[in-house]
């Protein structure tokens, strides 16, 4: 695991992996994690860390807005986002980067249009906005009255705006989102595969068809509001609070977030350890009366192809929520039977609505979504969801499997149970659940903690190998 180095104790980041500092060992100046399924948000204390020069969280699973914070990092030279899971417009304030050379915000879920401030970068030249979902023109000039170099160095005696005043801009990659209008003649030196699937009006580039820029994903206007004036169901613009409920600390731990809180929670501790030094800050540390209120964009159309059960229903497959086979503090556990249907496990979390944030829903429905996907008969289904707000519901429904785990069967059963051929059946049976999750299913699936506590077993035998989000629920019970 990249984070294995990472010790909170450690008064010294500059050993962690991923972790490079400068030459006297009191600044850091990059951050490389590149490739490890990260998943979390992205902390707008990440702004503070005022000598990075690099932060690279190339190839993650990163959810949420890009903080508008990171335009405070006056020495970041390269900024690199690319192939994460990042929803919302791109912040004005990265036109503040000054040091910046290369941006790469490619393949991710963007939206919105390309702030024209972008021009102001002078020392910017790699620009990779490929594979989102913004729209509206690309913004080069209120001029069209100038020339260009191979290379993008511009005269004109007139007031440029947009990415023509970007003198130094070599590589440009604006391809497969939803700009209308034309090229800029500015950037008539880049290739013209960098401008193809977009609806532009140029007849000799390969542009999407006009039925799906009709439908081009709407323009999305940044607010931030009370959460106490906002219905449960539309939680997307939510103050996110100071202190988080125990039952989504937990949900981080075992789902793969663990990942993204341990790398604040180990830096901050490190930096705080530090803070004899006068050059290190401590970016994350924040006083309990602080509050934020942050964006955060939900996709409507996330669970769109995922069941959704009424509470109704599940109350009658629960027997009134009387049917409890396990709890915690952040959960309750009921075995049911839908009618018609299998045997479930459902897990209802504990959690007052007054406590439930935009990026608690954006969570809870990423993490539904993540597990939807999920079609195997080695591995652990699930078969839908409850969100309702009167009363407030947030349900998870699982496929429940009655022979309980591997380990119980080993530790605890009588070992008859388990005949030659069971244990074969079960061991072929986890192989390809493990094959399943990590070579078919794109992107792979993680599984962090592979035991005889996390393969279930059906009343047939047949092993059901939990990934980490399931395993957390089902553990509750």
């Known amino acids: 695991m990249v984070l294995s180095s990472w010790n909170a104790l450690d008064a010294d980041p500059c050993g962690w992996s991923g972790i490079s500092c400068s030459f006297a060992g009191d600044h850091v100046v990059k951050i ?229 809180c341990l790398f604040l929670i180990a830096f901050i501790t490190a930096l705080q350890r530090c803070k004899d030094k006068s050059s290190l800050i401590i970016p994350w540390k924040k006083s309990s009366s602080q509050k934020d209120h942050v964006t955060v964009y939900i996709d409507s159309e996330m669970l769109k192809d995922v069941v959704r059960f009424s509470r109704m229903e599940l109350e009658v497959a629960c027997e009134d929520f009387s049917n409890i086979i396990g709890s915690s503090p952040d959960s309750l556990v009921y075995k049911g039977t839908v009618k018609g249907g299998p045997e479930i496990a459902v897990i209802s979390l504990c959690i007052k609505e007054e406590h439930w944030t935009g990026y608690l829903e954006l969570y809870f429905q990423r993490e539904v979504a993540d597990l939807a996907r999920l079609n195997n008969e080695n591995a652990g289904k699930l078969l839908g969801y409850c969100s309702e707000s009167t009363p407030f519901t947030r349900m998870l429904v699982f496929e429940y499997a009655s022979n309980g785990t591997l380990y119980e069967h080993l530790h605890y059963g009588e070992g008859c149970q388990l005949s030659w051929t069971r244990r074969m059946k079960i061991i072929i049976g986890i192989a390809r659940g493990l094959k399943y999750f990590h070579a078919e299913l794109d992107p792979p699936f993680t599984i962090s903690e592979l035991n005889s506590s996390s393969v279930y077993l059906t009343e047939d035998f047949s092993p059901k190998v939990l990934s980490d989000a399931s395993l957390y629920f089902y553990k509750q019970g």
């Open 32 to 260: 490389n994690i590149t490739g490890y399924s990260l998943r979390g948000f992205l902390a707008p204390e990440l702004g503070q860390i005022k000598f990075l020069q690099q932060l690279i969280l190339h190839g993650n699973n990163l959810i949420g807005i890009i903080p508008k914070e990171l335009g405070m990092l006056k020495y970041l030279q390269v900024l690199d986002l690319g192939a994460n899971q990042l929803t919302g417009p791109i912040p004005p304030e990265i036109a503040n980067l000054i040091s910046v050379i290369k941006i790469n915000l490619q393949s991710n879920g963007l939206t919105g249009s390309l702030p024209p401030e972008l021009g102001n970068l002078k020392s910017l030249q790699e620009l990779r906005l490929d594979r989102n979902r913004l729209q509206g023109s690309v913004p080069a000039s209120s001029s069209s009255d100038f020339t260009s170099s191979a290379y993008g160095m511009y005269a004109s005696n007139t007031n440029l705006t947009g990415l023509c005043q970007a003198s130094e801009l070599k590589v440009a990659d604006f391809s497969y989102n939803f700009f209308t209008g034309s090229i800029p003649k500015c950037l008539g030196y880049l290739p013209s595969t960098s401008f193809q699937g977009n609806c532009l009006q140029n007849k000799d580039l390969r542009q999407r068809s006009s039925s799906l820029c009709d439908h081009a994903p709407p323009a999305r206007t940044p607010q931030t509001t009370n959460p106490k004036q906002q219905p449960a169901e539309d939680l997307s613009n939510q103050h996110r609070r100071a202190s988080k409920p125990a039952w989504l600390l937990a949900l981080e731990i075992v789902t793969g977030t663990m990942v993204g």
